[in-house]
């Protein structure tokens, strides 16, 4: 059993930053990406950044400059570091990661931390 804890959402204000933390515990034989996913009130589960199995970093275009996602992947910890917020990126936040474990490779997910930025 995967389980991923996420940390470090709250309350800031337009132009603050936060960081946000996820680690991941269970029988995890590798992990293959990892990454933040944010979904705001009615609105659609979003791709924020991702740390791929190969290739670069990859970024939503509106956190693009201002969002620093950060991973280690013998530790099982991923990070998402954002400056700049405005309350467009207010949401709640969500860790993902992709692992081989007992089981084959699966998709597992973070509880979620809610994201709120005050103008």
């Not at 995967?2 to 603050?16: C, K, Y």
């Not at 979003?46 to 970093?57: Q, Y």
Request: proline share 3%; hydrophobic share 35%.
């Amino acid at each position: 059993q995967v389980q991923l804890v996420e940390s470090g959402g709250g309350l800031v204000q337009a132009g603050g930053s936060l960081r946000l933390s996820c680690a991941a515990s269970g029988t995890i034989f590798s992990i293959k990406a990892m990454g933040w996913y944010r979904q705001a009130p009615g609105k659609e589960r979003e791709l924020v950044a991702v740390i791929p199995g190969g290739g670069s970093t990859n970024y939503a275009d509106s956190v693009k400059g201002r969002f620093t996602i950060s991973g280690d992947k013998v530790k099982h910890t991923v990070s998402l570091q954002m400056h700049n917020l405005n309350p467009e990126d207010a949401a709640v936040y969500y860790c993902q990661i992709r692992a081989l474990t007992m089981s084959g490779v699966g998709v597992y997910w973070g509880q979620g931390t809610q994201v709120t930025v005050s103008s």
